[in-house]
């Protein structure tokens, strides 16, 4: 991962100092086939290390953590040296993003798990609301960097859902 952010960041440490929070669905129907892809560590676009992201969350809202948020992760080109990664497990079926974003925010135990973690490390690393992105935001985010030229071209979270969930992290308690 060090080798990566000296090619894209020019940082050369994997060390993560979060400061942005990127959103992603897995387009698989559960958290163990995401934590088994990611565990395989293949190699994306010709580089290692293979994607990956710091938790996944579960239909029922229990997080899983694969890396700690100390530690860079592959999970969002641009933001990886800035970003702690979530996957939530939800499948397209065929369907659209756009879809898909919205079974998420409408499956309340699901989001409930997701805005409960996206708090804890708002407060743990004073990342502000507007620091939360999707995948397919992540273009968009002012600390968005690739020294190679690359660019997103995922579709997860786009920005009506990230709007949606930006609202409700606004409304907890
Ligand atoms: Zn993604």
Same mark, same amino acid.
């Not at 190699?43 to 530690?71: F, I, M, N, R």
């Not at 968005?144 to 308690?173: C, I, K, M, S, Y």
């Given at each position: ?19 942005v ?61 800035v ?10 079926? %065929? ?5 898909? =974003?919205?079974?998420?925010? #409408?499956? *309340?135990?699901?989001?409930?798990? /997701?805005? !409960? $973690? ?23 985010c002012p600390l968005?960097?690739?020294?190679? %030229? ?5 579709? =997860?979270?786009?920005?009506? #859902?990230? *709007?949606?969930?930006?609202?409700? /992290?606004? !409304? $907890?308690?």
């Open positions: 991962m060090a080798a990566y952010a000296k090619r894209h960041y020019g940082v050369d440490s994997a060390t993560l100092h979060p400061k929070i990127v959103l992603h669905f897995t387009a698989g129907d559960s958290a163990a086939s995401a934590i088994s892809t990611f565990s395989r560590d293949t190699a994306a676009l010709g580089e290692l290390p293979g994607t990956c992201a710091h938790y996944v969350v579960d239909y029922s809202g229990v997080a899983y953590q694969l890396v700690p948020t100390s530690v860079m992760c592959r999970h969002a080109i641009g933001l990886n040296h970003a702690i990664g979530i996957e939530v497990v939800q499948p397209t079926n %065929g369907h659209s993003s756009a879809w898909a =974003d919205q079974q998420i925010l #409408a499956r *309340t135990a699901q989001v409930g798990g /997701l805005l !409960a $973690l996206v708090r804890s490390l708002q407060h743990e690393y004073g990342i502000p609301t507007s620091m939360v992105y999707g995948h397919a935001t992540a273009n968009s968005f960097r690739d020294l190679q %030229g690359w660019r997103n071209d995922h579709t =997860d979270w786009g920005a009506a #859902a990230v *709007t949606e969930l930006r609202h409700r /992290l606004d !409304a $907890l308690p």
